[in-house]
């Protein structure tokens, strides 16, 4: 009996501990299972952000490439912090448009030249070479064409955007130059031998002579400051409204020099007086220099408009236009500076030799309207840096006066335009 019973419970001992070995084995297998599966969903939660990633890249990459606009706004450093696919999208294909917005502020230099045609009025030119007539006396009158020849202008300027704001300041500065203008004159011949015998005696012959070159060119300068706001668009492809002041300077110069003159050959001499001898010829000769300067000087408020329009590709749209109201002076100044020589000597003690000279002036205040239109072409070679031809016009009304005196006075126009090369870059 005894026996029995210890068989019994070493057979329930066994079976208790072959319970407990069968649980601890299933135990571990659940732990390993649990590991699996959690290894399992680490990488599918890692698969698919990097597919919802590249689905975001895919759709940015597509509207770059049918849109053909601006990078992002913001910089390539702020977005590879955020995604680093997207970095990738900086070397795509695609052309290069203008520099992206961005926050920071954006500093522009610019400058720009070529050929330039003048317009409006002439400057006064008239002439009158009547001394030299051999007829003695009568109109021999004309005038020139001096209007300008072909000249040449440049400029440079600058233009800056505050950080993330729509102002600007900027200003520039222009300088043009017209070609020399030219005329010229001749007179003179023999003078009919009736025309002296009364006053001469039979026998006199005499000629006379006369001459006159005239140059005119101009110039111009003008500085603008002004502050200005984006309206429409951003960046560089924005309109950009402007407002300030605007200083120009007018200036034509007009130099002169006329000679003229008379010969005699009497058919007998002619007594001068007691205690000198008769002299059988006589002549005159008289030249005339005269330096003319007609200016206007002002300055005013000027408004204007300025803007690009993305084209195909690289390519891009210029325009810009200023108006403005002057205040200043027109200022007409002549210097004529006489010299007369008479032969012989002698003759000068009677009077009408030597030299002379004679300054005239005339200032007054006025006001003159200016204007101004550019429109081009330009074509970005990078992000930063554009080439622009344009063509560009400056008008200026009533600017230069031509007369002395209150009563009579007379102003001109000028308009100058003509083809510009320019260069811009953005920092």
């Keep these: 009996m005894t026996k029995t019973v210890v068989s019994v419970l070493a057979i329930a001992g066994v079976v208790a501990m072959a319970g407990s070995a069968a649980r601890a084995d299933s135990s571990e297998q659940v732990m390993a299972r649990l590991a699996a599966l959690e290894k399992e969903n680490a990488a599918i939660r890692k698969e698919n952000a990097a597919l919802r990633a590249n689905k975001a890249l895919r759709a940015q990459n597509a509207t770059l490439k049918s849109s053909g606009a601006h990078p992002a706004a913001a910089d390539a450093g702020s977005v590879g912090k955020r995604d680093p696919f997207a970095a990738y999208a900086a070397d795509l294909p695609a052309a290069y448009k203008a520099r992206p917005v961005d926050r920071n502020g954006q500093f522009r230099v610019w400058g720009e030249g070529g050929a330039i045609w003048s317009g409006g009025g002439a400057p006064a030119s008239t002439y009158d070479l009547a001394a030299a007539n051999p007829a003695i006396f ?21 233009d800056y955007r505050f950080a993330e704001s729509p102002w600007h300041v900027s200003g520039q500065f222009r300088y043009w130059q017209n070609g020399r203008a030219s005329g010229n004159a001749v007179a003179g011949g023999a003078i009919e031998a009736q025309l002296l015998a009364p006053a ?11 001459s ?8 111009q300068w003008l500085a603008d400051a002004a502050i200005g706001r984006d309206v429409l668009g951003s960046g560089a492809s924005a309109m950009q409204l402007k407002a300030g002041l605007r200083v120009a300077e007018v200036v034509g110069k007009t130099s002169s020099l006329s000679n003229s003159g008379f010969n005699f050959n009497f058919g007998a001499p002619l007594p001068l007086g007691a205690g000198f001898p008769p002299f059988g010829s006589a002549g005159s000769s008289t030249s005339i220099a005269t330096q003319t300067r007609s200016s206007f000087l002002g300055a005013g408020p000027r408004i204007g408009v300025e803007g690009s329009v993305p084209l195909a590709g690289s390519w891009a749209f210029d325009y810009a236009g200023d108006a403005a109201v002057l205040f200043g002076y027109q200022r007409l100044t002549s210097t004529a500076t006489s010299n007369t020589v ?46 622009s031809a344009s063509y560009r016009l400056d008008a200026y009304f009533n600017v230069l006066n031509q007369t002395f005196g209150t009563a009579s006075r007379v102003a001109i ?15």
Aim: zero cysteines; a negative charge; aromatic letters at 12%.
């Design 138 to 158: 009568q109109p021999n009158a004309g005038s020139f064409d001096l209007l300008p020849k072909v000249g040449w202008q440049a400029a440079a300027g600058f």
């Design 200 to 210: 001469f005696g039979p026998g006199t012959t005499g000629s006379s002579y006369g």
């Design 212 to 219: 006159i070159n005239t140059d005119y060119q101009e110039s």
């Design 342 to 387: 008479l032969t012989p000597a002698i003759l000068g003690l009677l009077g009408g030799a030597g030299s002379s000279v004679t300054f005239t002036t005339d200032q007054h205040f006025a006001t003159v309207f200016n204007a101004d239109l550019q429109v081009g072409v330009s074509y970005w070679m990078t992000p930063n840096v554009k080439l």
């Design 413 to 427: 126009d000028r308009y100058v335009h003509g083809p510009q090369l320019g260069i811009s870059a953005t920092f």
